[in-house]
């Protein structure tokens, strides 16, 4: 896990000293992401600059950028097939000088190009790559968008590249980066920024399971290199062999464990692997599965005294308002504090296997199910109302000209994500794993992660097995018996009693004296949001998921209130 920048440009080439000095401006935003070790790569009217943060092999040799005879490459992330490639590699005839993934993915492009390359590994990565031969430059960005990869353009034509939004303001200090109120919007209305525009005109985001190819001459064409593919034969055998690939490091690790369904079965896979807690109600259980595997199990209380603090630096560091980030942040400050620099978290597993009943799965009802279960939702509707805001329920003046309505939203998404050959199920659950987890809390986590210069893996977001879960109908997710999640509890059940998988979904809880003084920051930002009309309340009928909206838009305006902070803007206008 790494930071990268980049320069591609004539630019390069006519001043390559002050571009060298921006290049340098960019490492720095991104330091915290790569503590372990910087370089730079100059050729032609390419710049590469890379940060890292060594998890698989930490010799030297593996740092970056890397070079092969025809190409150079900048790398973060994970490649987690990797040494199923490396073999293959080596039967074509390739020999290698580290242990790294770095190289499998670098000889990779050697031996297959970029869309070769793209077809073959699975994994989290952003990186930017450049074919000496033919003079093109690549950059592409993992299947499931959990690594950032922004990109501008100045007035000369010079294309910047970074990790994060600040890198490429680094990188321009005289662009005049405007805010882009379309992008504010959604950020009100989801929690987090959603689709390739930032909140910044002029910075952009490569879309997940995308690459962008640069033509010698300065054009760039961007092109999609992957979408879910119905698997009929895929199963658990094959979700856990995946798992397990996410095990592997050269650094001490450890597992985000909340108690719940899913991260209990991570531990069932993962059994040597010290566990962090959230402190919560389901700590107990959490304790249960870390004793039943002899592993330590530390808990994790925010420090309200410097919480808000933190969140603003936090929020410096990424480049955007994040509306819960404070949470993951003081869980991966621990992982920090206590020597871990990797972790692994379940993020993901609620959205593909069914595990909200507000998924409907109309292509399947269970004669009955556990009481503890709730029925799922029949229209999708109910289930855009927990994911976005429902706009009829307030106003921002500011952003009145451009906010969405849940009415497009559902147009728009029923038709962007749409599966063809999956079951009807498989169509929403895919709508949240590409607004809500895509936008909302792949940055959180990457931001939070990344600001405490830790990785977190998360293995449920393999594209590999979200194409094989989505390939299964709800009648294998859900069962009379065992209810939602019914493959994971059924792995469970091997290890632990029905106490532990077999009761009321809890969802993000903390204990409640935590939350009460969490939330407090929230309802205030939301009483001075009101106070100076940046929102006002519609009168009348309350629509929709009313309360949770009021709780959301208050963690929303917080966020929002911090980034402003950070950017020394006026959030009365």
């Known amino acids: 896990m790494c930071g990268i920048v980049g320069i591609v440009g004539d630019y390069v080439n006519a001043r390559g000293d002050d571009a060298a000095a921006k290049l340098q401006h960019g490492l720095q935003a991104i330091a915290r992401r790569g503590p372990d070790g910087e370089g730079t790569w100059t050729h032609d009217r390419v710049m590469f600059g890379h940060v890292r943060l060594a998890i698989v ?5 593996s740092n970056q950028p890397m070079e092969s005879d025809n190409w150079t490459l900048c790398y973060n992330g994970e490649v987690y ?28 492009l050697e031996q297959w190009g970029i869309e070769g390359c793209l077809s073959r590994i699975a994994g989290m990565f952003a990186f930017l790559a450049h074919n000496k031969a033919t ?7 993992d299947h499931m968008g959990i690594k950032p990869l922004l990109y501008a353009r100045d007035a000369s034509g010079t294309l910047f590249l970074g990790s994060s939004i600040t890198s490429i303001q680094k990188m321009c200090p005289d662009a005049n980066f405007t805010i882009n109120k379309t992008a504010l919007a959604s950020y009100f209305s989801l929690g987090g920024v959603h689709g390739s525009h930032t909140c910044f005109d002029g910075i952009e985001r490569l879309d997940p399971a995308h690459y962008m190819e640069i033509l010698p001459n ?53 059994d040597d692997l010290d566990c962090f807690h ?29 919480y808000e603090a933190d969140v603003e630096a936090a929020t410096a560091f990424h480049g955007e308002p994040m509306m819960s980030v404070g949470i993951p942040l003081a869980v991966s400050r621990e992982v920090n504090k206590h020597g871990y620099k990797m972790a692994i978290s379940a993020n993901g597993a609620d959205e593909l296997f069914l595990g909200y009943s507000r998924t409907p799965m109309p292509e399947y009802t269970p004669d009955y199910m556990p009481l503890h279960e709730t029925p799922s939702k029949q229209f999708m509707v109910e289930q855009l109302q927990h994911i976005f805001r429902d706009d009829r329920n307030f106003e921002m003046p500011a952003l009145r000209d451009v906010f969405p309505s849940m009415r497009d939203i559902y147009t728009q998404s029923l038709a962007e994500h749409r599966l063809e050959g999956f079951s009807v199920s498989a169509s ?32 449920f977001l393999d594209h590999r097995i979200v194409q094989g879960v989505l ?22 059940a091997k290890y632990f009693p029905q106490t532990l998988y077999q009761r009321t979904k809890l969802g993000f809880s903390i204990h409640s004296e935590k ?59």
């Open 57 to 61: 092999d930490p010799d030297p040799r």
């Open 81 to 108: 097939n990797f040494r199923e490639i490396r073999k293959t590699l080596e039967g074509l005839g390739h020999t290698f000088v580290t242990q790294s993934d770095t190289e499998v993915l670098l000889l990779s």
């Open 135 to 141: 003079g093109q430059t690549y950059a592409a960005r």
């Open 218 to 270: 300065g054009d760039l064409n961007i092109h999609k290199y992957w979408e879910p593919q119905y698997q009929s034969n895929f199963t658990m055998v094959d979700l856990i062999a995946i798992v397990r690939e996410y095990q592997i490091s050269d650094v001490q690790s450890a597992l985000f464990l909340s108690g719940g369904v899913d991260s209990s079965f991570l531990a069932c896979v993962y």
């Open 278 to 306: 959230l402190t919560s109600p389901e700590e107990p259980y959490a304790q249960m599965v870390a004793d039943r595997f002899g592993r330590k199990l530390i808990s994790v209380k925010p420090d309200l005294e410097t």
């Open 428 to 459: 929403h659950r895919w709508v949240e794993l590409m607004t809500y987890v895509l936008s909302d809390l792949n940055p959180t986590l990457d931001a939070a992660s990344m600001y405490n210069s830790v990785e977190v893996r998360v293995p």
């Open 471 to 492: 390939s299964w109908d709800a009648s294998v997710l859900v069962t009379p018996e065992l209810g939602r999640k019914a493959p994971l509890k059924e792995h469970i």
């Open 515 to 573: 939350l009460d003084d969490i939330s407090k920051l929230s309802e205030a930002a939301l009483k001075q949001a009101l106070k100076t009309k940046t929102i006002e309340l519609q009168g009348g009928t309350q629509f929709g998921e009313y309360e949770r909206d009021m709780i959301y838009l208050g963690n929303s305006l917080f966020g929002f209130s911090k980034w402003a902070d950070a950017n020394c803007l006026n959030t009365e206008h």
